[in-house]
Nanobody, 114 residues
Framework: QVQLVESGGGLVQAGGSLRLSCAAS????????MSWYRQASGKQRELVAL???????NYADSVKGRFSISGDVAKNTVSLQMNSLKPENTAVYCC????????WGQGTQVTVSS
């Protein structure tokens, strides 16, 4: 069974930066998109950023200009550079890979203190 493993979460002050990374335990050559989602306490999970095999990216409006997604979808690796972090960015961030199925990581906690 394929696992997605995230790393890079932690505690940071407002205005700081963090970089999240995600990789699959084994390569799934059919993956066509990888993305980052987040879920804050008491809120629904939301899409943060997505990257396609062709390198196209998409961002939630709230993170445009501050977050940047990069990676190699064919190799099932993706990163999320988060700058100018705000307390409202506090959440569990999960990596997702998709072909006909969806594969999820367990998530990594990001906490932004004010």
């Amino acid at each position: 069974q394929v696992q997605l493993v995230e790393s890079g979460g932690g505690l940071v002050q407002a205005g700081g930066s963090l970089r999240l990374s995600c990789a699959a335990s084994r390569n799934i050559f059919t993956i066509n998109t990888m993305s980052w989602y987040r879920q804050a306490s008491g809120k629904q999970r939301e899409l943060v950023a997505l990257i396609t095999r062709g390198g196209n990216t998409n961002y939630a409006d709230s993170v445009k200009g501050r977050f940047s997604i990069s990676g190699d979808v064919a190799k099932n690796t993706v990163s999320l550079q988060m700058n100018s972090l705000k307390p409202e960015n506090t959440a569990v961030y999960c990596c997702k890979a998709r072909d006909r199925a969806s594969y999820w990581g367990q998530g990594t906690q990001v906490t932004v203190s004010s």
